[in-house]
């Protein structure tokens, strides 16, 4: 019976968030679709996560992927659904807060903050390591950069819900039965659990949204059934498709070509944008080396990072293909799909990481594979899961662009090689 639904706005958000309970022997089902149907749940799954793709679509989309499917879970009963949000608050968060608001007619308790990882939340403004949000990193964001930090003011770029901020010591409020959205500050770990335990004791613990960081502490908080925990097997090679433009990636992949050995493959823009180049004769023989250099390294990259000095050359690429910004996200994910079908097509003894949630979701729709397991987290945002590929389980790691210290590429490196 499935006790906690999920509704997440992107794929490394959802395996994040549902590896929590799944590295804790919970039964966790990891969905890949905007419509869901009963009989696809396992008869053991207590925890079900969808990824709705919605953080790139219009908000009045979000709204509605969002509504729908917060309109089926209640039609199943399901007592608690969590609206995965963006420890960043990248996306569609006032529309997609709403929809859950107008659907349960009832207050969200929206805890935003991941203490963990020293993104807190004071006073309704988010902090990214004692930066402002709009300061940080994340206000560069190539795709969704976040302009503001008092989170009332972000969620009202899109929607007029009606919110309220509440500190670490502050009484829930008495009325809850209006669609309102009461945001949580979140400055530490033991406070994120107080304001658990009292939503609990006050049973107002049924509609909430947050990220990772709650749902690592919902794991303590609630009652669930504990199964056999399943593990990853260690493999001859590591294979990183870095899909994510975002910087701290970009610095996480050159510390790991620099200090710790891994070779680097730079895609060029055929090979990057132009997924139907690997029908070309070239393509295929660009291919071929690949998986053959897979057979002598052990840890390569393929990354999509553009060198300054070229960035003329990219505009006139763009110009003459015709590929916009926003086709670009789509273009990346799809044409690293096609280097891992052939890689798969080998059957080598291999783990991939992929980074950026477009980059896994593109491949999954290349093979026509909508759900995987998540197994456990190898490093903060880094989850190791077993999709099926041609009759056999894949190992592959989704790390999202944002998270992870310097060493972490090697860090995987370190657990997941066979050093035989």
């Known amino acids: 019976m499935v006790k906690l639904f999920m509704i997440a706005d992107d794929f490394t958000g959802a395996l994040d968030t549902g590896v929590q309970f799944a590295q804790q022997g919970i039964r966790t089902q990891v969905f890949t679709t905007q419509k869901l149907n009963a009989h696809e749940i396992k008869m053991d799954t207590e925890v079900v996560v969808v990824d709705t793709e919605t953080r790139p679509l219009s908000p009045q989309k979000a709204y509605s992927i969002v509504k729908d499917l917060a309109v089926w879970a209640r039609e199943q009963n399901i007592p608690i659904i969590f609206k995965k ?17 107008d659907t349960v007619q009832d ?51 899109q929607s007029n819900i009606f919110v309220t901020c509440l500190g670490e010591k502050d009484e829930l409020p008495y009325d809850t039965k209006t669609a309102k959205i009461a945001v949580c500050d979140t400055t530490c770990v033991a406070g994120l659990d107080n304001r658990l335990e009292a939503l609990i004791q006050t049973d107002r613990l049924h509609w909430l949204a947050g ?11 609630l009652s669930f059934s504990r199964h056999k925990k399943n593990h990853f097997r260690k493999t001859k090679a590591f294979y990183v498709a870095c899909g994510s433009l975002n910087r701290i990636t970009q610095e996480q992949i050159l510390y790991a070509i620099k200090n710790h050995h891994f070779v680097c493959r730079h895609l060029t823009f055929e090979q990057k944008l132009l997924p139907h180049y ?40 763009l110009a003459q293909y015709h590929i916009t910004k926003n086709d670009i996200r789509v273009l990346i994910p799809q044409c690293h799909g096609r280097i891992l079908q052939e890689i798969l097509k080998k059957q080598q003894d291999i783990t991939i990481l992929m980074t950026g949630g477009d980059t896994l979701m593109g491949f999954m729709h290349l093979i026509g594979c909508n759900q995987l397991e998540p197994i456990c987290e190898l490093e903060q945002g880094t989850v190791l899961s077993f999709l099926e590929y041609d009759g056999r389980l894949q190992q592959v790691i989704s790390k999202s662009g944002g998270f992870g210290t310097k060493d972490v590429l090697e ?8 050093k035989n």
């Open 85 to 101: 949000t963006d420890s960043a608050l990248r996306g569609n968060i006032g529309a997609e807060l709403q929809a859950l608001a």
């Open 107 to 157: 207050t969200v308790y929206f805890l935003p903050g991941h203490p963990k990882i020293d993104r807190v939340t004071k006073d309704g403004i988010q902090f990214i390591s004692e930066q402002l949000l709009e300061d940080s990193v994340f206000g560069q964001d190539p795709f969704e950069p976040v302009t503001k930090s008092y989170i009332p003011d972000i969620i009202h770029e």
């Open 211 to 221: 990220c990772a960081g709650l749902a690592e502490r919902l794991v303590q908080k």
């Open 278 to 317: 690997y029908d070309t004769a070239q393509g295929k023989q660009d291919l071929e080396e690949i998986c053959s250099l897979l057979e002598t390294q052990n840890k390569v990259i393929i990354d999509t990072f553009d060198a300054e000095e070229i960035q003329e050359k990219k505009a006139e690429f």
């Open 411 to 418: 860090n995987i490196a370190d657990k997941i090689l066979n």
